[in-house]
């Protein structure tokens, strides 16, 4: 396709998909138009298509939502509010129906949100009862903020596992201007899963006050800093910024063989962009003709695989045969998340490989 060809196609499409399918102004709140919609997101869903369960759909978990609004109980809509509960857990939090939906619905962040008025309510309910009603123990918060406020100035929070990694390359390092490493973890899955209370998030911006910048390895806790504590709260002033925005030029110029398949983290390609951050390579859609590899994302396990392990491991299954029957090359995985290395040993012969380590393998010479 020519150049000319390719613009006037990618501007067809927009106005088919800004214009043409628009829904009425009438259904335009998010519950709402998912009710109404012939859902043409239900095969992005990885829990729906792993649990085959059409009562999960994006749709069907919103749906939950717009009947509540509508006045019907969680009695009458799935027999009680844990079950109504157990509905609005089965996301991963991707973002995939987003990107395929017209209107862009937040569907994960709705049912977030949803989540965590269910957890708050119970959390009500339990309190003085003796029964621990957080999810992040009590000590083991406290311990966290300690860590927290001991940084300051320039720091990395590094992978819990990977401080070693680290200290072996000091060149690396030394290239963020990182004065402090940390390989603290923060309770990102806690807050995806709506099980972290406002005033949590709130010590853990005010225990980072002290801090003027922090690199962070993993793209689920940049992704909890940025958009639970940066934006939502004014008591973290220092930037956030991930190491991949600082090195992704390099592992950029590197070319994958045939063989290698590169499993970006949907947290950079799919939900940064959107808070309108910028992440080099992941202005939507362009990773793949940037790179020329051979791209895939596995629609993520992430907090989910904190709620239902048993599931999660299903879908990282799962994704590893689509990949198979659709003949990807499957010889080396490189990841992008340290997570998606840990979540998918195990699963698959291909060798799991990190980015950071496939990025200094040859170079380490001089790195360390
Ligand atoms: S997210 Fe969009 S495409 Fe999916 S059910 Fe809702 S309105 Fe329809
Ligand atoms: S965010 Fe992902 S897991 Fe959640 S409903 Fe959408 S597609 Fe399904």
Known sequence: MSLIQSISSTLKTWVFKKKLLKFSGRFRQDPEACFYCPEMCRFSCPTAETLKDNTVTPRGKMSLLHLAERGFSAETIAGSEAQRNWYLEQCTGCGRCTEYCVYENDVASNLMNERAKYFSREAVLKAGTGDDAGYVQPAAFSDMLDELRALEGVVLL??????????????????????????????????????LA????????????DCTQIWVESPEAAWFLAKAVKEDRESLSSEVRLVWQRFFALLAARE?????SFHESYHLSRLFPRLGYSIPMYERGLMPFHSGWNSLDCGGEGFYQLAYPGTAREIGVRFLHDLAKDGRALEKIVCQSYACTQHLHGLTDAKVVYWLDELVEGADGSNS
């Open 256 to 260: 994958f063989g045939p063989d290698v």
């Open 198 to 209: 406002d005033i949590q998030i709130e010590a853990i911006g005010e225990a980072l006050g």
């Open 158 to 195: 590094c992978e819990p596992g990977r401080r070693d990694w680290w200290r072996a390359h000091p060149k690396t390092l030394d290239d963020l201007g990182v004065a402090e490493i940390s390989e603290v973890q923060l309770p990102f899955r806690e807050w995806d899963w709506g099980k």
